[in-house]
């Protein structure tokens, strides 16, 4: 199924000078890692602490699009830079679903916005991602199966934030919107599901 996740081997020419500067530089793929999921958790708290405001909204996409360059930057310094470690593995995993709960979460304070179809988006991740992870217990790959996986979030959510940032207002539209992002996020839990049997043979 397509994803944003297709794009990355591109994504990831454009980032390998800035990876080798890192990595002479003395940049752990772990430190990358924390600090993508700190920078989630800090901006998750603005939006808790003022819920809607344009200015924090409208800074949402940029954020995940930085969060988005650091997923990136700490696999290619691990795997290319020799940083690979179970410890780093678990911690990247780990990190991704915290980073998601934290900045998806406090969006369900805005008005207007169904919280029980936000926290709904957010277990489905967690769901979905938990999927991919399974992959590697029975003899498959890890699974990144679209159509919602951790970039497609980003893309969704960013475009929900750029527009309550550029003052459209909430509405039906927006639990449209959110219902349409959990619809594709239990599809994708199946699709990674059935990828996941199909490579290993099930």
Known sequence: ?????????????LLRPLVRRLAAAGATANQVTILA?????????????????????????AVLFIRMALNAVDGMLA???AMQSKAGAILN????????AA????????????????CTAVVLALIGEMTGVLGRTIGASRRYDGPMGKSDRALWFGLLCLLLGLG??????TNWFLA??????????????????REAGA
């Open 180 to 197: 349409a992002v959990n619809l594709l996020a239990a599809w994708t839990i199946v699709n990674r599901a059935r990828g996941a049997l």
């Open 79 to 81: 795997r290319e830079h």
């Open 168 to 173: 459209l207002e909430t509405g039906a539209w």
């Open 37 to 61: 999921a700190l920078l989630s958790i800090f901006v998750g708290m603005l939006i808790w602490r003022d819920p809607g405001a344009p200015f924090i909204l409208l800074f949402v996409p």
């Open 1 to 13: 199924m397509p994803s944003i996740y297709d794009l990355k081997p591109a994504f990831q020419n």
């Open 103 to 118: 900045l998806y979460l406090p969006l369900a304070l805005i008005s207007g916005v169904d919280p029980l179809l936000v």
């Open 93 to 100: 995993e780990v990190g991704d679903v915290v980073s998601d």
